[in-house]
């Protein structure tokens, strides 16, 4: 299954809403999960189950969709939100990411 | 709380092979099934391979079938990456991560720092 993220660079400013896209390829049902990555550090669980926050992972984020299609918004960014975001599908093998959002300050 | 350090990382020459663990901590590892997930340097993650808790069920990636072998030793609470024949597009961060069920079709909850695997002669 291939999961197509859009936009693949999103310039935003501190106190912005965004929203990331995330098209799968066939029908995964809500088998979709997000993770923030930092410049030189592990990713970290945001998502699962499309709109389910993982443990200790603020309101600001929140994840929508289900089927083929799929949003992460964050809102009122501050500066540690800007990172990479990845989706990704567990329903089915391969196990795929997305190609990855760089959301960068503007 | 969960913790999860790979080790044995390094660089090696194309055709040779390498050993990765995984040594997780904070909760009962036979409980839950493990996954690899790799990252080429400036790249997007690419998910490697998994195994069930009890470490029957296995999946890989097509680009690794073959050559790499996932497996995990309970008694010793390791997980492992047996790497045979790597390639210079094997070069990558390697992350260990847990999945919060024991089998299929759960999601990815925690991961590892990761370990830098270089392929080149």
């Known amino acids: 299954i291939q999961m197509t993220q859009s936009p693949s660079t999103l310039s935003a400013s501190v106190g912005d809403r965004v929203t990331i896209t995330c098209r799968a390829s066939?029908?995964?049902?809500?088998?979709l999960a997000w993770f923030q990555q930092k410049p030189g550090k592990a990713p970290q669980s945001l998502i699962y189950g499309a709109s389910t926050l993982h443990s200790g992972v603020p309101s600001k984020f929140s994840g929508s969709g289900s089927g083929t299609d799929f949003t992460l918004t964050i809102s009122s960014l501050q500066p540690e939100d800007f990172a990479t975001y990845y989706c990704q599908q567990y329903k089915t093998y391969p196990i795929t990411f997305g190609q990855g959002t760089r959301l960068d300050i503007k | 709380q969960v913790q999860l350090v790979e080790s044995g990382g390094g660089v090696v020459q194309p055709g040779r092979s390498l050993r990765l663990s995984c040594a997780p901590s904070g909760f009962t590892f036979n409980t839950y099934a493990m996954h690899w997930v790799r990252q080429a340097p400036g790249k997007g993650l690419q998910w490697v391979a998994d195994i069930s808790s009890g470490g029957i069920d296995k999946y890989y990636a097509d680009s690794v079938k073959g050559r790499f072998t996932i497996s995990r030793d309970n008694s010793k609470n390791t997980l492992y990456l047996q790497m045979n024949s790597l390639r210079a597009d094997d070069t990558a961060i390697y992350f260990c991560?847990?999945?919060?069920?024991?089998?299929?079709?759960?999601?990815?909850?925690?991961w590892g720092q990761g370990t830098p695997v270089t392929v080149s002669s």
């Open positions: 991560a847990r999945s919060s069920g024991s089998g299929s079709s759960y999601r990815i909850d925690y």
């Open positions: 066939q029908d995964i049902s809500s088998y």
